[in-house]
């Protein structure tokens, strides 16, 4: 059980196009969805937390008009990166939580960007 | 605010041989701890987590950590490793008083060796 998808696994874009990132939690309700960057030899930064149904929080430093945010269901948020550059190249990763697990987040395999 | 520190960015070790991975952190409410392993490329797996109760938690993969609560320590243990325990290691740390939002640690990189 507590298992979280995402969607692509790996992408290439040129500079200055938008990527989509889904992140589903496949056999629970996620209620709260977080997004995690992870740049190579480095530790997960935590991005922003989304609620289902409410905007997202975000980090401070990030970008909330770059890295659009959308969780509309309870088993699917949506991170976006749009107009791209090559240093919003890195490893993505998501997260998701449920009520009955409010103390520990189960994690997505990861979404590796390369922005060209 | 909660942080975690990972004292060891690399731990080189011969295989069957054992190794502890140290994890301190600093938070001033009751924590939750967790161990997660990343094989290249990949996501994050559970290791073990501490919640509540015995100090003492097993894992998988043979791994172990003790929550010391005076010495805010969560020290990574296991008693002999295998090739295939090669990966980078995150201690993390989560509370109530922080939103339940995890903190990671730098991470530590495990080199097993021949």
């Known amino acids: 059980g507590a298992v979280v998808s995402q969607h692509p696994s790996w992408v290439i874009c040129k500079s200055g196009t938008s990527v989509k990132i889904e992140c589903r939690s496949l056999?629970?309700?996620?209620?709260?969805m977080f997004w995690y960057r992870q740049f190579p030899k480095q530790s997960l930064m935590l991005m922003a937390t989304?609620?289902?149904?409410?905007?997202?929080?975000?980090e401070q430093g990030v970008e909330k008009d770059k890295f659009l945010i959308n969780h509309a269901s309870l088993t699917l948020s949506t991170l976006t990166v749009t107009s791209a550059h090559p240093e919003d190249s890195s490893f993505y990763i998501c997260?998701?939580?449920?009520?009955?697990?409010?103390?520990?987040?189960?994690f997505g395999p990861g979404t590796r960007l390369t922005v060209l | 605010a909660q942080s975690v520190t990972q004292l060891d960015s690399q731990v080189p070790v011969f295989e069957e041989a054992p190794v502890e991975l140290r994890c301190n952190y600093s938070s001033s409410v009751s924590v939750y701890l967790f161990w997660y392993v990343q094989y290249p490329n990949q996501g994050l797996q559970l290791l073990l987590k501490?919640?509540?109760?015995?100090?003492l938690v097993k894992g998988i993969n043979g791994f172990e950590a003790e929550f010391n609560k005076s010495q805010t320590s969560f020290h990574l243990r296991k008693p002999s490793v295998h090739i295939s325990d090669t990966a980078e290691y995150f201690c993390?740390?989560?509370?109530?008083?922080?939103?339940?939002?995890?903190?990671f640690g730098g991470g530590t990189r495990v080199l097993v060796k021949p």
């Open positions: 993390a740390v989560n509370s109530k008083a922080a939103g339940n939002k995890l903190t």
């Open positions: 501490y919640l509540s109760g015995s100090t």
């Open positions: 056999d629970f309700q996620a209620t709260t």
């Open positions: 997260s998701a939580r449920d009520w009955a697990h409010s103390n520990e987040q189960f």
């Open positions: 989304s609620n289902e149904g409410s905007k997202a929080t975000y």
